[in-house]
């Protein structure tokens, strides 16, 4: 399957201990973007990269949080001290630069703070 | 935060029937999307409608656009069980990041037999 995925699908952590997430985008997309979800809310973006250059970050990516793309290829979100408002399912997705098609996103990983 | 809202939050009807979902939103757009999620799952792009569109049809799906309104439809002719999920839009702004997406609250869909 050549589709976007992510590692791992569920996280369990305790409160204040750090997590890493990976997803690896469709391998010719050189965007990549990263969102947020929690129960009953629309996806809220985070973070989005070019190639391995990080474009914007929101203001919902607090100094807790930074993501990386090494080499522009696959992607890693690390959220650091975790507290329980960090719970929710964090979403990533990517897409080809100069194509209007929308981005394709993969299963998500959920996150729960303990 | 979120872009705007959809309406309704939540829609139930049988199989064979239309649903039809709306969504508003706050600035100026370049473009406007809409996504189908399954429960717990990520989500899949349907339909894309530009700025400059009006209408845009995909198989059983019919978008309108008026940024007039700064509002768009879904409407989803003669439903299936399938078609049970939460369906969300997202607008890409005019201006500033590229294809960076804001969504809405979302409509979930219930279709019965």
């Known amino acids: 399957d050549t589709g976007v995925s992510q590692d791992p699908r569920h996280k369990i952590t305790k409160r204040g201990q750090n997590v890493t997430f990976r997803c690896d985008p469709i391998s010719e997309h050189n965007r990549l973007y990263w969102y947020r979800q929690t129960l009953g809310q629309g996806p809220e973006f985070l973070t989005y990269?070019?190639?391995?250059?990080?474009?914007?970050k929101s203001r919902l990516l607090s100094d807790r949080f930074s993501a990386e793309r090494p080499k522009g290829s696959f992607s890693t979100l690390e959220i650091q001290r975790t507290e329980q408002g960090d719970s929710a399912m964090y979403l990533c997705?990517?897409?080809?630069?100069?194509?209007?098609?929308?981005?394709?996103f993969g299963p998500g990983t959920r996150l729960t703070v303990t | 935060s979120q872009q705007g809202e959809e309406d309704p939050q939540a829609l139930s009807i049988q199989e064979g029937e239309n649903a039809t979902m709306n969504c508003s939103y706050k600035?100026?757009?370049?473009?406007l999307q809409w996504y189908r999620q399954n429960s717990g799952r990520g989500l899949v792009h349907l339909i894309l409608i530009r700025s400059n569109e009006r209408e845009k049809h995909s198989g059983r799906l019919r978008v309108t656009l008026d940024t007039s309104k700064k509002s768009s439809s879904l409407l989803i002719t003669a439903s299936r069980a399938a078609d049970t999920a939460s369906y969300f839009c997202a607008t890409v702004p005019n201006t500033g990041t590229a294809s960076k997406l804001t969504f809405g609250t979302g409509t979930r869909l219930q279709v019965t037999l």
């Open positions: 990269f070019q190639n391995e250059a990080q474009l914007e």
């Open positions: 600035t100026s757009i370049n473009n």
């Open positions: 997705a990517s897409s080809l630069a100069g194509r209007s098609v929308g981005e394709y």
